[in-house]
């Protein structure tokens, strides 16, 4: 079940109005861990790239929001409970009923597998553990089920970028998108060159290079006159590509 039919329309309708061109593909009530043994109740909303916790108020604010690959583990030791960890810090939540924290759990892998499919599920969260043994198999056979999209022009590049730009919290450019989609993908051009890009600032050629992580269709990269400052992230990135071409 997508949506969970008991919130509030007044509270559903505020947070869509929060979320904007962005659509929420789940909305599920839930209760969330604040102290040991004392729960407050939320609403959780995923969308294509991202998890959202509000509170349960009139006008309901987001209290937590993290794009699903920045997720150090996802771990699930029964159907009514979640656990996120990101940069170190625990967040538990406590499902209201019993099938929502495997509707939750799929939803999210389901997001990572249609962008990433040659990418593990369990490879982009650094842990993934659901138990017992059994649930976990089941997740896997609805995930191995699921039909392999098209990933569209020169292995699926703008739907990765864009995924990346919302994990670097940089703002998507359609004309990188449009110069891969069109100009790449008509030449079969497999070399990316970041000369091809030099009008944008260093940031933004980070979502770029992390895209080339996961993106199988381009064998080569090429750039020169790199700044010193930003050195180090490319240089991260640039052996990372290296590495996943060897």
């Known amino acids: 079940m997508p949506n969970d039919t008991s919130i509030p329309k007044e509270l559903s309708d505020y947070i ?3 979320l904007g061109k962005t659509k929420a ?3 599920k009530r839930l209760n ?3 102290k040991p043994d004392k729960y407050e109740g939320k609403i959780l909303v995923l969308t294509d790239h991202r998890c959202y916790l509000f509170s349960m108020k009139v006008q309901p604010k987001i209290e937590l929001n993290f794009n699903y690959m920045e997720l150090d583990a996802i771990t699930s030791a029964d159907r009514n409970h979640i656990q996120f960890t990101l940069t170190g810090r625990t967040y538990t939540l406590q499902t209201l009923d019993r099938d929502d924290a495997d509707d939750i759990i799929i939803s999210i892998a389901m ?12 490879t982009l969260v650094g842990k993934f553990v659901i138990l017992p043994e059994d649930r976990s198999g089941i997740v896997d056979e609805v995930l191995d089920s699921q039909s392999v ?14 995924y990346l730009c919302d994990y670097h919290n940089t703002a998507y ?6 110069d891969v989609d069109t100009i790449y993908s008509s030449h079969d051009t497999r070399d990316m060159n970041l000369r091809d890009f030099d009008h944008l600032p260093i940031k933004d050629l980070i979502p770029i290079l992390g895209t080339l992580q996961f993106n199988t269709w381009f064998r080569k990269l090429t750039m020169r006159d790199i700044r010193l400052q930003w050195w180090s992230h490319i240089n991260y990135y640039s052996a990372q590509v290296l590495h996943n071409r060897n």
């Open 16 to 18: 869509r109005s929060v």
């Open 25 to 27: 593909k789940m909305k």
């Open 32 to 34: 969330c861990e604040v």
């Open 111 to 122: 997001s990572l597998q249609t962008v990433f499919p040659a990418t593990p599920v369990r």
């Open 149 to 162: 999209h098209e990933q569209g022009p020169c292995g699926g590049f703008s739907s990765m970028y864009r």
């Open 173 to 178: 450019k359609d004309d990188v998108a449009w």
